[in-house]
């Protein structure tokens, strides 16, 4: 694969595909699912129009583009695998985007240069609950936190903590509470829980999960503690969803609005260059820290057939704008 990038800055190829998620331009819809696993992302491509199991069937571990009139799908070289194709005639993308907060980095910084006009992004994801939520169970986030290992007390010892605490950031109020409805909507005859909380994400499934591993030095004893104190109603750890809420607060747009907001109405200027992204999260609930239990893996299917349809009616009802100026998807 030998390819010629523009710039060291923001390396695109001569078709204008990114370096890492490698979409181009008419590749990806404004509205996104963002999850870790493949095989999530190809059962949420499933409640698509039109598409079979069988357009989902790829045996090839990729780098590989299927382009069909009513589905696209485009495996990067670094395993991030994009699906559009439309939800009730909107266009939708699905981006599996494997694990952790560079991977989100790379997935929200370059699948936004390659769509126009304001977003809406949902996480769907897995993570582990520190309060007494049975697994199976279902987090909203309300807002996420960040818990990163605080590599300086592990270096010089001066460092008062081993692990950092940010504040927390909330993801898109609206779009929270769409997802909220339809997932209470969706699971209403069954025998699950829905809970709104805040998620704090971690820079390592072990350490800064306050899971124990003997082979290593982590300081975490304290952790669950520390976090508790700080986030009260801290629900759920993972690894992502403070990057996508994170993010989509800084998008340019988004701070510019907030400026806009403030003006009196004499003063407001129009938004140009609309590049807002709406971001929510919800996870199912895999792993209870506090009795030490984990889902079995058979139920995971069942748990995301329930909640893929909530997740995308959440994402195709958000308004969005001025959707004349959203693009197309091709093929669509
Ligand atoms: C760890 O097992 C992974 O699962 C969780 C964590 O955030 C991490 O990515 O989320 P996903 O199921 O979305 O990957």
Known sequence: YSHIYSSANFPLEDNGRTYHVSTKPGE?????VTVGDHYRAFQIAEFFDNVTKEDLDVQDPGPYEIKKPHLFMYMSKRKFLTITGTYQGVPVSVVAICMGLPMMDFFIRETRHVVKGPMAIIRF??????????????????????????????????????????????????????????????????????????????????????????????????????????????????????????????????????????KPASKKVKLSNNNEIKAAATTMIFANRVNNTFISTEKVPILQDKMIKSILDSLIQINLGDEKNLQPVEGS
């Open 125 to 262: 994801g897995s993570c582990g609950t520190i309060k007494d939520i049975e697994t199976g169970s279902i987090a909203v986030a309300t807002g996420a936190f960040m818990v990163s290992r605080n590599y300086n007390y592990f270096i010089n010892k001066n460092e008062e903590s081993p692990y950092l605490i940010s504040d927390a950031c909330s993801g898109d109020k609206e779009l929270q509470e769409l997802l909220y409805k339809n997932l209470k909507k969706e699971c209403k005859n069954e025998n699950i829980k829905i809970i709104k909380g805040l998620n704090g994400s971690a820079d390592s499934f072990y350490s800064s999960q306050a899971r124990h591993d003997n082979n290593f030095i982590d300081c975490n004893d304290q952790l669950f503690d520390d976090i508790r104190k700080k986030h009260p109603n801290c629900i759920t750890l993972e690894m992502e969803t403070f990057g996508l809420f994170h993010l989509a607060k800084c998008s340019s747009s988004t701070y510019h609005k907030k400026e806009e907001e403030e």
């Open 28 to 32: 990806v819809a404004n509205r996104v």
